[in-house]
């Protein structure tokens, strides 16, 4: 029996392991939602690529401003929406290192505009991961650039009204006109084939960085379900109508491809 037991847990029958880099710890995360795949996926291409000892991930404020408890890799907090110019200093003094942000939509689209857009302008050679979850989720659910029109929010209880809020904002859209920005994608992680999509998308843009191609910016459609009052699997079934529809996924601009 043990002898059998051993040739099960082999490695070469291994199928699936939690990424190494993925710490023993509990996740403060609300069950459904989305951060916790893209941490996993993210952990699993670093020590693919074998980049364990030199990635350096920032974040800032928002619900994954614990990252740094979750994933075994060097971190550095930023304030809110600086996430990029701290990822471009770290960068430019150490080439060598795979330097990539998380951030939230309310963090990107909103407090950090500027800096996101002008890191992205200038070719940074860094990687960006927008979570797009269309709500500000850590700070009681208010309305955030990307939710959508006539979603109802903590601020905008009747619905997002475009006379009154104005429109969402489709920032990864504008990041694919930018001269510097090499990969952009907008991906999402609610079946096991988007999630291997996603993780496809990530190494390609951390690839692209280490090649010194410029930056990248990886957005991921993902679900709040605390935020939005739903069930997990009803937040799902609500992101497939309405974000998917406003936010198709797939490659807007791709100059790797062919290299």
């Excluded at 890191?119 to 050679?125: K, S, Y």
């Excluded at 939710?147 to 009747?158: D, E, I, R, V």
């Excluded at 920005?181 to 907008?186: M, P």
């Excluded at 993902?222 to 799902?236: E, R, V």
């Amino acid at each position: 029996m043990n002898t059998e037991l051993n040739e099960i847990i082999s490695p070469e029958n291994l199928v699936y392991k939690k990424p190494e880099l993925m710490n023993e710890v509990p996740m403060h995360y609300c069950p459904g939602c989305s951060h916790g795949v893209v941490h996993k996926l993210i952990g699993e291409v670093i020590e693919e690529m074998g980049m364990e000892e030199k990635t350096v991930g920032v974040s800032p404020v928002g619900c994954a401003v614990f990252a740094y408890r979750y994933l075994d890799i060097d971190w550095q907090e930023a304030a809110h929406g600086r996430a990029p110019a701290v990822a471009t200093a770290i960068k430019r003094l150490w080439p060598d290192r795979l330097v990539f942000t998380y951030q939230g939509d309310g963090d990107l689209a909103c407090i950090g505009t500027a800096e996101t857009i002008h890191a992205l302008n200038r070719g940074e050679n860094i990687v960006i991961i927008f979570i797009n979850n269309a709500i500000y989720g850590m700070t009681g659910g208010q309305m955030a650039p990307t939710t959508l029109l006539g979603q109802k929010t903590a601020t905008c209880p009747y619905g997002r009204d475009a006379a009154l809020h104005g429109y969402p904002l489709k920032i990864t859209e504008i990041a694919a006109q930018l001269e510097g920005t090499c990969y952009v994608t907008r991906q999402s992680v609610e079946t096991v084939a988007a999630i291997r999509s996603t993780k496809r998308a990530i190494r390609k843009a951390f690839e692209a960085s280490m090649a010194g191609k410029g930056s990248s910016l990886v957005e991921v459609v993902s679900t709040c379900n605390s935020g939005w009052k739903l069930s997990p699997i009803k937040a799902n079934e609500w992101m497939k109508e309405h974000m998917f529809p406003f936010y198709p996924k797939g490659d807007l601009k791709d100059t790797l491809t062919g290299e």
